[in-house]
């Protein structure tokens, strides 16, 4: 009886073979990339990396707007 899991090697190519059709090859690196970025603003978000950040972006944003003004 297998144990459910993680795929084996098998799978993993049919995994990249459906893949491959799907995106296609000009849309692989792309695709890499906005999963890398998903995954590293979730792990910064989990970590609470960032956070002041984008408090400090929204100051600046806000000082200029009042400046113009």
């Known amino acids: 009886m297998a144990v459910l899991g993680l795929p084996g090697g098998m799978e993993w190519v049919i995994i990249l073979v459906v893949v491959l059709l799907l995106f296609g090859p000009s849309r692989l690196p792309a695709l890499g990339k906005s999963i890398g970025k998903t995954m590293k603003a979730i792990r910064d978000g989990v ?12 100051e600046k944003t806000t000082k200029a707007s009042e400046s113009d003004e």
């Open 47 to 58: 970590d609470g990396k960032g956070d002041d950040e984008e408090e400090l972006e929204e």
